[in-house]
């Protein structure tokens, strides 16, 4: 999806749980349609949790029959998407000829590098029967050595990747390692990824053992050290403390993290790059055509102005 810049200010919690070192509070916004949008990263005081630079929620939204989610082609460099849903069905299309319907539990992680364009509209059979959408979308930004490689895409159906059901939770493994079981996603650096839903009265380890760490509270409530909070909310740990979620209500979250970048990131619209300039080349790709076009697709997101 393409990011539209926002001067709003994102909301923070209170906190006092020693291992929390920050609480974010999403920003609610209407994209038109009663299609919301709920925006974690890039926070304020918090650019990225691992390489986590770019965190929606979206939704809950009832597309009527005939109605559907239309993100015309658009451009991306120096990061990786994700787009995850619970509920729904997305069209992926992009400039590499990859053509993928995301179901929910599934894995789509499209690597831009040095560029790549993409679209992301309610498939045929879904917008005439309507339907609904939940889910999340974020972006991966890439090391610095990596940042110009080749574009990739890659799919992994809700069934291929591992799941766990211990105590009264399920967690489903989306990237990188979590609960002693890892994903056969590739990545270019360490991060993870992880579903979890959980039954009320419920004690739910985080691992300790990754650099950054967070979890983002879809809907329910939990407690962490006597602290109570209630989704949405992203709750960022300080590294090194072993931490566990009791929840209070049946609960959906997600885990994620990874190790640290070697700097911080600029970033534009949808370019994320180390470098100033080379978001201005980007920039200039795009306004100038000079991006691979997505097969079959004639429309397109202009630069923003």
């Not at 490689?149 to 059901?165: C, G, K, N």
């Not at 970033?267 to 920039?283: H, L, P, T």
């Not at 790709?285 to 102005?305: C, M």
Request: hydrophobic share 40%.
């Amino acid at each position: 999806m393409s990011w539209i810049p926002s001067n709003d200010p994102v909301l923070g919690d209170s906190k006092t749980c020693d291992a929390l070192e920050l609480v974010i509070v999403p920003r609610t916004r209407d994209l038109g349609d009663g299609f919301a949008v709920r925006r974690a990263l890039p926070h304020g005081k918090r650019q990225m949790v691992g390489p986590f630079i770019f965190f929606d929620h979206f939704g809950p939204v009832q597309f009527m029959s005939g109605k559907g989610m239309d993100v015309r082609p658009h451009p991306h460099i120096g990061l990786a998407t994700v787009t995850y849903l619970f509920d729904g069905s997305i069209m992926h299309r992009d400039s590499e000829g990859n053509i993928q319907e995301i179901e929910p539990g599934a894995m789509n992680l499209m690597t831009a590098g040095r560029g790549i364009a993409h679209s992301e509209r309610t498939p045929d059979l879904q917008r005439q029967s309507g339907q609904k959408m939940l889910g999340l979308q974020s972006w991966i930004a890439l090391p610095a050595a990596a940042e110009e490689i080749a574009p990739s895409f890659q799919h992994y159906a809700a069934a291929d990747l591992p799941t766990i059901r211990d105590r009264g939770f399920t967690a489903r493994i989306i990237a990188g390692s979590a609960f002693g079981v890892t994903s056969p996603v590739a990545m270019v650096s360490p991060w993870f990824y992880t579903e979890v839903s959980a039954q009320r009265d419920v004690s739910v380890p985080l691992d300790p053992d990754h650099e950054e760490r967070a979890i983002y509270l879809v809907d329910g409530e939990v407690e962490i050290s006597g602290d109570r909070f209630e989704g949405p909310r992203l709750l960022v740990f300080r590294p090194g403390d072993r931490i566990t979620v009791k929840t209070i209500t049946p609960v959906r979250m997600m885990f994620l993290g990874g190790d640290a970048l070697e700097g911080p990131r600029h970033i534009w619209w949808n370019f994320v790059s180390s470098s100033k300039a080379r978001i201005e080349q980007a920039k200039a790709d795009w306004r100038s055509g000079r991006f691979t076009a997505v097969p079959d697709e004639t429309e397109f997101i202009p630069l923003p102005e």
